[in-house]
């Protein structure tokens, strides 16, 4: 297949990549343009090179799944060295995305024209990577070290008109930019490679103050130094020295475990919504959304689709919950605004999509109904109920359930195959996973509207079977179990946390019971003192809210360890005659992570979880994850299966066949 055509236009070399769907820069790729810069410098019909893409993009950059690959020559610095090199000038018109590799190509152009809706950026940091074909040299040239920095430490690219402001590109091109970047060439017979450009320096402790500002955002991802020492090296070295610095930190980290990691999610979130026996369904259309329940998870809810520019209608009980819903909504839409996540047009237009009723006849013209309400059997099933009668034939019905059987509520609603659950994460406007429970009889095209319709509000949809707690919860339960486990054997709540965030989660299994209060599900009236918990919330403890839990508050709720509830749960472990001992880190985490895996791999042989890689997924989107870890499944994999199958039995546990297989299968 070719995947590149060169020709001669108006007394320049045109070469064009095709290589759907995003000119990723394979091997061919590479040798095409070597072989343009060769051609157009033995040819004396073409006075310059002129670099463009076909389809909707510019190169996305260098091919992902290469790297799991023997590299093949030619390597991309060699490319980017032979453009630099060119003796006829090359200027590169750009569109759509330009990124990583692709926008290494273009910096090494002498020049770049930019269609206005361009976007260009070095997101390998994504990837656990850097940029590794000059990429942080040329960047730190054209607009200096501090924006290079953030570019490419970031990942996140830039839009045309900052690139031309921030001298990364010549010219913003109105019309074709093809035309345009002739134009260039024609004007710019004798401009100067970009490696010869020289580099604005500046103070480099201004490098270490962005390290120091981000290091919450870079905990624990090696990139970033990384990039930053390629950097600073960009001032401090010649240009080949600093290049070859750059290339070995690049190939320090494509071999490494986070840049496997990373990549691992970059497939795996591609992979969710791929389900083989959708291919062909037709999704129904969705045009207004009914939400019952205006309380935290239904306005979250709600709030996705009004930002999607779909019209929502909020129905609840009473006036006062309505009416708190609706203010609640208004308040995180202007909240958006104030820090820059929504103009203030869209948010407007967001507001006006909300309708607000207490009564369930105004359900009846919606096309997709999500009840939202109290996690009860009771309350679901009454709702469903109703909505049986309201909504229209081909409505599509949706619980919001986190850990009820779908399949009993949809019976309630009389149209198993119009139900499907979605499980949305809070905070359900901010979190990106929505875990979509396929219930016994839901309709292939109710599965696939789920899937598109997660895709038109910006989540990662994950399909789960319907078991308790489905995915994450059924998962989070068993890792709660093994927490509050160790705690009544003698381990300290705050050490086990310290462990989990050491990790990399972001919180602790104790400081997430407090912050969601451990008074969930309970009543002093039924109360039988037979879990710490209980006897937590019998001493007025119930987490954050109450100022004490497993830990203190003081009045900024910042946590510290309580002697308080040390001594509840000594005395709960004195009660039940269970033995102390002393237990180290590595036991913490085995137990904090392997039987939760365990249970991952149980979901697997259930057919509950799809992948193992949509597992990582809800994890990584639902639970945060340490994404340089690449989910947990990845990271039992990693560390092999079978090492985790010998870690659990030497804890005591008894593996699932599953998991043993799949250590097996390891070898
Ligand atoms: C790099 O360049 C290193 C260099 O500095 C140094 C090297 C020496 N390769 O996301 P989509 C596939 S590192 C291969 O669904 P969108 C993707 O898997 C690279 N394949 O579409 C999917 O395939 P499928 C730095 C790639 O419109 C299809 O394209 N570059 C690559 O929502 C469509 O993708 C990046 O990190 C690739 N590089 O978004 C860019 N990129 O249909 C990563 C995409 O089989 N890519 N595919 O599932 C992106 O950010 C988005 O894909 C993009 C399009 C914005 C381009």
């Not at 480099?204 to 955002?217: E, F, G, H, Q, S």
């Not at 489905?470 to 486990?485: H, K, Q, S, T, W």
Request: proline share 6%; hydrophobic share 45%; aromatic share 6%.
């Amino acid at each position: 297949m070719t995947c590149s055509h060169y020709s001669i236009e108006d007394g320049i070399a045109v070469l064009t990549i095709d290589n759907p769907p995003v000119n990723a820069l394979s091997q061919a790729i590479r040798q095409a343009i070597i072989d343009a810069v060769a051609s157009t410098a033995a040819d004396p019909k073409a006075s310059a090179l002129l670099i463009t893409c076909a389809g909707k993009t510019f190169c996305a950059g260098a091919d992902i799944r290469e790297f799991d690959q023997p590299p093949l020559e030619p390597h991309l610095p060699d490319v980017i060295e032979a453009m630099l090199a060119s003796p006829k000038p090359v200027c590169c018109a750009l569109h759509g995305t330009v990124l990583g590799g692709g926008l290494e190509i273009a910096m090494a152009a002498h020049g770049r024209v930019a269609a206005p809706e361009t976007k260009l950026g070095l997101p390998e940091v994504k990837l656990g990577l850097m940029p590794g074909a000059r990429g942080t040299q040329l960047l730190a040239r054209l607009v200096g070290v501090e924006k290079a920095l953030a570019m490419a430490c970031s990942g996140d690219p830039i839009d045309a008109t900052e690139a031309l402001t921030a001298g990364l590109i010549d010219i913003l091109a109105t019309g074709d930019p093809i035309d345009a970047a002739k134009d260039w060439l024609n004007q710019n017979d004798a401009a100067r490679p970009t490696n010869e450009r020289p580099i604005p320096l500046i103070d480099p402790a201004v490098i270490d103050a962005y390290l120091t500002a981000n290091a919450r955002k870079f905990r624990g991802l090696d990139a970033p130094p990384a990039i930053a020492r390629a950097i600073r090296a960009a001032m401090d070295l010649p240009y080949q020295e600093a290049a070859a610095l750059e290339r070995a930190l690049f190939l320090k980290l494509r071999a490494g475990p986070q840049s496997r990691a990373l990549r691992h999610l970059f497939q795996a979130e591609r992979a969710t919504a791929k389900l083989p026996e959708l291919e062909g369904v037709t999704p129904r259309p969705i045009d207004r959304v009914g939400v019952i329940g205006a309380g935290t998870m239904g306005t979250g809810i709600a709030i996705n689709f009004l930002l999607a520019g779909i019209p929502v209608t909020l129905v609840e009980q009473n006036e006062a919950a309505l009416g708190r819903g609706v203010a609640t909504i208004g308040k995180t839409i202007d909240g958006n605004v104030a820090s820059a996540r929504t103009n203030r047009d869209a948010a407007d237009q967001a507001g006006a999509l909300l309708t607000a009723s207490l009564d369930y006849a105004a359900l009846s013209d919606a096309d997709l109904i999500i009840e939202a309400a109290f996690e009860t059997m009771d309350v679901k099933t009454a709702i469903f109920t109703r909505l049986g009668d309201v909504a229209r034939p081909g409505a599509i019905l949706a619980t919001n359930t986190s850990y009820l059987d779908v399949d009993a509520i949809a019976a309630a609603g009389g149209r198993p195959a119009d139900t499907v659950g979605l499980h949305f994460f809070s905070p359900a406007n901010i979190m990106k996973l929505l875990e979509i429970v396929r219930g016994a009889e839901t309709a292939s095209d109710v599965l696939a509207t789920a899937l598109a319709l997660a895709k038109r509000i910006g989540k990662v949809p994950v399909v789960a079977g319907n078991a308790y707690g489905f995915i994450g919860n059924r998962m989070l339960a068993v890792r709660r179990r093994e927490a509050e486990g160790m705690i009544t054997q003698g381990a300290s709540p705050y050490v086990i946390d310290r462990v989990l965030e050491g990790f990399g989660m972001p919180m602790g299994p104790f400081r997430i019971g407090d912050l969601a209060g451990l008074d969930l599900g309970w009543s002093a009236e039924t109360s039988t003192g037979s879990t710490i918990r209980e006897r937590l919330c019998e001493a007025g403890r119930h987490g954050q809210k109450t100022n004490a839990g497993f830990y203190d508050y003081d009045e900024r709720r910042r946590p510290s360890p309580s002697p308080v509830a040390e001594d509840i749960i000594a005395s709960f472990a004195r009660d039940k005659g269970i033995a102390q001992r002393a237990f180290g880190a590595d036991e913490i985490l085995a137990r904090l992570l392997w039987p939760m895996v365990d249970e991952g791999a149980a979901l697997l042989s259930e057919g509950i979880a799809r992948s193992a890689s949509d597992i990582d997924m809800v994890w990584l989107t639902g639970y945060g994850w340490p994404s340089w870890t690449g989910g947990p499944m990845f990271h039992a994999a990693e560390t092999g299966y079978a090492k985790v199958v010998g870690e659990l039995e030497a804890l005591g546990y008894e593996p699932s066949a599953k998991l043993r297989a799949l250590a097996a299968e390891q070898g």
